[in-house]
Nanobody, 124 residues
Framework: HVQLVESGGGSVEAGGSLRLSCVAS????????MAWFSQAPGKEREAVAV???????KYAESVKGRFTISKDHAKNTLYLQMNSLKPEDSAMYYC???????????????????WGQGTQVTVS
């Protein structure tokens, strides 16, 4: 059972930056698809970015050019660098993992096996 713990959320002004972190309880990055999802109040949870076992990345259109997903195998830590933040980026951000390639279904939350508890991002 993989445990994921996010941190790094907070309140920031529009145009600012935050870096989210997600520490995994096991060394899974070599074989798992890792993702960041966001969920704003009253909205569906949606995929923000993923990084595959081979470090291939994909992004939602709304964050391309502003967010960067990365991982550190030695620290078992997934990151999401968020720059040029906008009020519409405000949401709870979740780290997720699945024991398969990200492939074409990377945005489907039902295919992820493990989830963190979330970290809140508020942009004003």
């Amino acid at each position: 059972h993989v445990q994921l713990v996010e941190s790094g959320g907070g309140s920031v002004e529009a145009g600012g930056s935050l870096r989210l972190s997600c520490v995994a309880s096991e060394n899974i990055f070599s074989s798992y698809c890792m993702a960041w999802f966001s969920q704003a109040p009253g909205k569906e949870r949606e995929a923000v970015a993923v990084i595959d076992s081979d470090a291939t990345t994909k992004y939602a259109e709304s964050v391309k050019g502003r967010f960067t997903i990365s991982k550190d195998h030695a620290k078992n830590t997934l990151y999401l660098q968020m720059n040029s933040l906008k009020p519409e980026d405000s949401a709870m951000y979740y780290c997720a993992a699945r024991s398969a390639s990200c492939a074409l279904t990377w945005a489907r939350e039902d295919l992820y096996n493990w989830w963190g508890q979330g970290t809140q991002v508020t942009v004003s």
